[in-house]
């Protein structure tokens, strides 16, 4: 089977975890890299944590580059309270052994996509610093890029303290925006869909935790980070970025439509957010395919089975 190369630019981060958990399980996909930005935690720990997680894994061999430590143009803003102060609170990691790649994110990037044969699709799951850095560095390079499928924003429901705005988007809305107006074709996992691809709090948190050593990591991770959600009533812990790795592998489990999608740049209590455009008035093309559904149930099974395949892959440490 042929494989979809590509590239993980996460800022891990739970939800961050459990994407590249996935990513790294499938046979559907080559992971040739892993990039780190600055979002959930500061650049420092987002990168400790992404090697963590391979080492963890098992999966020394897969690059790590460490990204921009702030947004393109504003201060950078961290999210202590839902991913706590390691930015991955919780679970117990190992100390990462591979060493970090001496290159910039954006420089692997660059490295990466001009040696690939193929096209690679890009899957960005924090704030969107190194891609949109990576588009105005690289210009040349845009037609090596098969696919941006990233989770960020939202177009019904938004969430995070500005109102009308995703964490990701809000980040760096600057970056976000040269994303969104490059041109290149993107699949946007927003909260609409993320919020309700959930893993359970009880007997689906503990088929996870039963189900091997990567199992018990991801429902360490659902122990922290579903804390939150737990409280204000929310079915489960909501498992955002792992959203835009499962559209890859199995995409008959959303259900999606292509809209123009601009982000808002100046709006006081819009600013931000992801305006999509739903009836097609405003005369421009769709620029995303935009994800407003998905099968949670399916999800959830694609999620314990990748946790599974370590275990018979035996490489766990
Ligand atoms: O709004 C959810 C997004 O913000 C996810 O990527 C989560 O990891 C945080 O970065
Ligand atoms: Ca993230």
Redesign the pocket.
């Known amino acids: 089977m042929k494989k979809i190369p590509v590239i993980m630019d996460c800022?891990p981060?739970?939800?961050?975890a459990i994407a590249l958990v996935l990513a790294l399980s499938s046979e559907k996909l080559k992971v040739l890299g892993v990039t780190s930005c600055s979002?959930?935690q500061t650049i420092e720990k987002t990168t400790y944590n992404a090697r963590r997680i391979l080492e963890l894994l098992g999966k020394r061999e897969v690059p790590v580059a460490r990204g921009r430590s702030c947004p393109l143009l504003n201060d950078g803003r961290t999210?202590a309270g839902?991913h706590g102060e390691t930015g991955l609170d919780g679970p117990v990691l190992p100390e990462p052994v591979a060493p970090l790649r001496e290159e910039t994110a954006v420089e692997f990037m660059a490295k990466l996509l001009e040696e690939s044969e193929e096209k690679v699709t890009l899957v960005p799951?924090?704030p969107l610093t190194n891609i949109g850095t990576l588009i105005l560095s690289y210009p040349h390079l845009l037609p090596k890029i098969e696919r941006i499928c990233m989770?960020?924003g939202s177009v019904v429901s938004g969430?995070?303290d500005k109102g009308a705005s995703?964490?990701?988007i809000l980040v760096d809305a600057y970056a976000a925006d040269i994303v969104f107006t490059s041109g290149i074709p993107i699949t946007m996992m927003g909260?609409d869909v993320?919020n309700f691809s959930t893993i359970g709090y009880g007997e689906e948190k503990e088929a996870f935790r039963n189900s091997g050593h990567v199992g018990k990591f991801v429902a360490e991770l659902v122990d922290f980070f579903g804390r939150l959600f737990q409280m204000i009533g929310w079915p489960g812990a909501p498992i955002?970025?792992a959203c835009a790795v499962a559209w890859l592998i199995k995409p008959e489990i959303f259900e999606s439509r292509d809209l123009h999608v601009e982000i808002d740049l100046n709006g006081e209590n819009t600013y931000a957010s992801t305006v999509a455009d739903f009836h097609g008035l405003s005369g421009k093309a769709p620029n995303a395919t935009v994800c407003l559904k998905s099968d949670q149930k399916q999800f959830v099974e694609l999620l314990l089975d990748a946790c599974k395949s370590y275990e018979r892959e035996g490489a766990v440490r």
Not at 13 to 16: A, F, P, R
């Open positions: 800022d981060g739970h939800d961050d979002g959930n999210a839902a799951t924090g989770m960020g969430c995070s995703e964490f990701n909260l993320t955002h970025d």
